[in-house]
């Protein structure tokens, strides 16, 4: 059973960056197309982008020019960076896994605990 | 693609059906319809119930069942219980990935 885990600052400047990590554990990072999904306060789910295991990524393109996700394969690790955050930034950051692998973000089945990032001076 | 358009709100009393709808969903470029449906609890991540538009994950209970007509998805829970009040989100991937705005049910 994988196990995603979201960690990194919860507090943040504005017009700073923004920058996570998430961690696989129970699986192996290989093959499936890993991706950032957010939720602002009192609202709906909002997708980031992916990044697969070789490094290809497609990103949203609400926040393409802020965006930039890496994958360290070593550790089972991939990374999101937002940079020039501001306070809509302000969301609970997940990152989720989909069903089947090396077929795109098809859904997302399995999803980390979610961490909450605060944009604020 | 745009973003999926999904009913505010809906609500039922136990042991009820109900269907909640998302129009805007698309086929990718091979033509397979790409549809997942999410549960959420308050202060929970969310949870996936159904994906390519039909299918159930193993442990999510028969009750949840999706279906398409054309650019509409639906979700339906049967027998609705007072755990399924939550909200629930569509999701459709075209090529790249929308979700609706969510629905938040309520068991009366």
């Known amino acids: 059973q994988v196990q995603l885990q979201e960690s990194g600052p919860e507090l943040v400047k504005p017009s700073e960056t923004l920058s996570l990590t998430c961690t696989v554990s129970g699986g192996s990072i290989s093959n499936y197309y890993w991706s950032w999904v957010r939720q602002s306060p009192g609202k709906g789910l909002e997708w980031i982008g992916y990044?697969?295991?070789?490094?290809?990524?497609d990103y949203n393109p609400f926040f393409k020019g802020r965006v930039a996700m890496s994958v360290d394969t070593s550790t089972n690790q991939f990374s999101l960076r937002l940079t020039s955050v501001t306070a809509a930034d302000t969301a609970v950051y997940y990152c989720a896994r989909p069903t089947t692998a090396a077929a795109g973000p098809t859904d997302f089945h399995s999803w980390g605990r979610g961490i909450l990032v605060t944009v604020s001076s | 693609q745009s973003a999926l358009t999904q009913p505010p709100f809906a609500s039922g009393s136990p042991g009820q059906s109900v269907t909640i709808s998302c129009t805007g969903v698309?086929?990718?470029?091979?033509?397979?319809?790409?549809v997942s449906w999410y549960q959420q609890h308050p202060g929970k991540a969310p949870k996936l119930l159904i994906f390519e538009v039909n299918k159930r994950p193993s442990g999510v209970p028969d009750r949840f069942s999706g279906s398409q007509s054309g650019n509409t998805a639906f979700l339906t829970v049967s027998g609705l219980q007072a755990e399924d009040e939550a909200d629930y989100y569509c999701s459709s991937y075209a090529g790249t990935v929308v979700f609706g705005g969510g629905t938040k049910l309520t068991v009366l």
């Open positions: 990044i697969f295991h070789s490094g290809h990524t």
């Open positions: 698309s086929s990718d470029v091979r033509g397979y319809d790409f």
